[in-house]
Structures are given as structure tokens and as C-alpha cells.
């Protein structure tokens, strides 16, 4: 819940403002996540870190997926089943497109 907590919270006192909610941490947050998830697996502890790191994960996956149309968002809002709406939404409202993304729709 932490790193969640800290994606999509503004800037602490005395740290630099960074936004993760972007492509690029996603990727960044997907990889790191998949060497917990071996290590996990290697100490029999698969069932256990797929249970906490679900909602993280599905998170990763909402930065990472395409969010240009309704459709788009209709399908990540099944797919990302652990996160609620308020949490869909402030993770969508910080996002920070991509060079080559065209900018969430305000109306989404």
C-alpha cells in the first residue's frame, strides 16, 4: 500500500517533485515487480506476494496500457479489478503522457 501511497500522492516535504505516474515508471515498477515475484516464487511464497502486490501490479499495468478512448478505459477498469474507482481516477489524473501518447481525455 506504500508504493501505491507514493505514486499517487504529491511531493513530500525536502524531496524532489518526481510524478511516477507515467509510462516509463510503469514499465520501471512492472520490472522490478516481476524480480520480487521470482524471488517469491523461489521461497514458496507466490500465493502470498501475488495477494500484496496485486494492486501495485495492476497499477503498473494501468500506466503502461493504452488510455486514449472510453474503450480503453472500460477495458483497464475490468482489468484492474483491485483498484477502486477513486483510485483509477487519481492515478488517471496524474498521469503524465508520453511523447508519443496523446493526452487523457478530461471527459473520461
Known amino acids: 500500500m506504500w508504493t501505491f501511497n507514493t505514486i499517487v500522492t504529491d511531493q513530500q516535504p525536502g524531496q524532489p517533485r518526481v510524478n511516477y505516474c507515467t509510462n516509463t515508471w510503469g514499465l520501471r515498477l512492472k520490472r522490478r515487480l516481476a524480480k520480487v515475484e521470482i524471488w517469491a516464487e ?46 483509477l481516477e487519481s492515478l488517471l489524473s496524474r498521469y503524465q503522457p508520453a511523447d508519443h501518447e496523446a493526452p487523457i481525455n478530461n471527459e473520461l
Not at 53 to 80: F, M, P, V, Y
Request: hydrophobic share 40%; with cysteine.
Open 42 to 87: 523461489k521461497q514458496g511464497l507466490e500465493l502470498a506476494a501475488d495477494c500484496h502486490l496485486a494492486r501495485i501490479t495492476q497499477a503498473a499495468h494501468l500506466l503502461q496500457a493504452r488510455k486514449g478512448s472510453a474503450d480503453d478505459i472500460a477495458t483497464l477498469s475490468s482489468t484492474c479489478f483491485k483498484l477502486n474507482s477513486l483510485q
